[in-house]
Nanobody
Framework: QVQLVESGGGLVQPGGSLRLSCKASGSIFRIDAMGWYRQAPGNQRELVATITYGGSTNYADSVKERFTISRDSARNTVYLKMNRLKPEDTALYYC??????????????WGQGTQVTVSS
């Protein structure tokens, strides 16, 4: 079983910055991709950004040029640096990690979510 622990959410004013962190632990053989998704009240969960084992990144159009995803492979940790935050970025942000566990089975794990609120 793979567990994810997220941190870094909070309340920030428009134009401000936050950095989210997500550490994976447990029965990990390999991590193929890590990513961040978000869900605002009344909306479906949507992709924010992903990063593959090889370092390829993908961003939602709404966050390009403002958010940066990165990872520390040695620590099984993924980060999301969010700059120039807007009120519409307010949501519950979820970490997602996919790969192979020690039994060589696929896993697709989700964190509990960390709240990001952008408001003056």
């Amino acid at each position: 079983q793979v567990q994810l622990v997220e941190s870094g959410g909070g309340l920030v004013q428009p134009g401000g910055s936050l950095r989210l962190s997500c550490k994976a632990s447990g029965s990990i053989f390999r991590i193929d991709a890590m990513g961040w998704y978000r869900q605002a009240p009344g909306n479906q969960r949507e992709l924010v950004a992903t990063i593959t084992y090889g370092g390829s990144t993908n961003y939602a159009d709404s966050v390009k040029e403002r958010f940066t995803i990165s990872r520390d492979s040695a620590r099984n940790t993924v980060y999301l640096k969010m700059n120039r935050l807007k009120p519409e970025d307010t949501a519950l942000y979820y970490c997602n990690v996919m790969g192979l566990d020690l039994s060589l089975h696929d896993y697709d794990s989700w964190g509990q979510g960390t709240q990001v609120t952008v408001s003056s």
